[in-house]
């Protein structure tokens, strides 16, 4: 049974496994010791801690192991993004947005209404609404989602059969050791840190094509069409031609920045989508209003 979202939040779930807890309460506050256990009492008080029938779980509620129980996140401090998305597009199956630049796509880390998916589910009323794919939170531009549950999967397949056209656009450091237009391959994985990716060696499993769009004052607009889509793909492989995108705070090093300086972008965007819609047999094709910064 599905549960109902809450201001556009959906509950995050947890299975009670083996343990001898003598209260729910005493289980969550060890399983998440951040929260606390003053804001896990006055989440459960609150009833925001419910099973699987929205059973409101109260504070003194026994720890039954086999049950999987769900909870509302709540942020004490969540930082306001301070740019607006736009809806492009809306049909019974799909709705096709506009996202800006630091907003997330969905609940994740330290964000939970202010990402994407929140705010249009609040502004919609969708509470199935889903993301068919997602943009790192500092990337903006087109990101298609899901409003209907029994079109879902033929949505996705566009995506898992590579059956959608991306083109993104860059502004980086301009680079005249390269001939253009290239195709750049390698192997990703995961590096030192979980959150940032490298190159290594082995069978390729990332490749991207890159042209040049316009050049001047040292820097050039790329035109960016990944094949394959890995994690920070377009991001490791511009830094490893010695392009890396302006603003990015990963790559080719990691930057020391305290929170969120609205004022850098990251200077990539999600230009276009294009496909063949999998319901309809129309080709659909959605262009981002958004602009890069001027070179």
């Known amino acids: 049974m599905s549960l109902p979202t809450r201001d556009g939040v959906s509950p995050s779930a947890v299975f009670l496994q083996e343990g001898d807890w003598p209260t729910l309460l ?3 506050v060890a399983r998440f010791p951040g929260v606390g ?3 896990w009492h006055a989440r459960m008080a609150s009833g925001s801690v ?5 059973q409101v779980l109260t504070p003194d509620a026994p720890y039954r192991k086999g049950i999987r129980i769900y909870y509302y996140r709540e942020l004490e401090h969540e930082l306001h993004v301070p740019f607006d998305e736009a809806i492009l597009y809306q049909d019974d199956n799909i709705v096709v947005a506009d996202k800006p630049h630091f907003l997330p796509t969905a609940p994740v880390g330290q964000y939970v209404k202010e990402t994407l998916l929140v705010r249009l589910k609040q502004r919609l009323g969708i509470d199935h609404l889903v993301p068919l794919h997602r943009l790192d939170r500092e990337t903006a531009g087109v990101l298609i989602l ?3 549950i029994a ?3 033929a949505y996705h397949a566009l995506f898992r059969d590579n059956r959608i056209s991306k083109t993104y656009e860059a502004i980086a450091p301009w680079n005249p050791a390269h001939a253009f237009p290239l195709t750049h391959s390698s192997r990703i994985d995961v590096a030192e840190t979980f959150y940032r990716r490298h190159e290594v060696p082995g069978e390729p499993n990332a490749i991207t094509m890159i042209d040049v769009m316009e050049q001047r004052n040292g820097l050039a607009r790329y035109r960016l069409q990944p094949v394959t889509g890995k994690t920070h793909q377009l991001r490791v492989h511009m830094a490893a031609l010695g392009m890396p995108i302006l603003n990015d705070p990963y790559y080719p090093t990691e930057t020391a920045r305290k929170g969120d300086d609205f004022s850098l ?3 990539l965007l999600a230009r276009t989508l294009a496909f ?3 319901v309809t047999g129309e080709e659909q094709c959605f262009e981002s209003l958004q602009q890069l910064c001027s070179m």
């Open 26 to 28: 005493a289980f969550l």
């Open 276 to 278: 063949t819609d999998p």
């Open 37 to 39: 256990e003053a804001r």
């Open 50 to 54: 419910v099973d699987a029938g929205s």
């Open 146 to 148: 899901s409003a209907n």
């Open 265 to 267: 972008p990251l200077q």
């Open 151 to 153: 079109t879902r999967d």
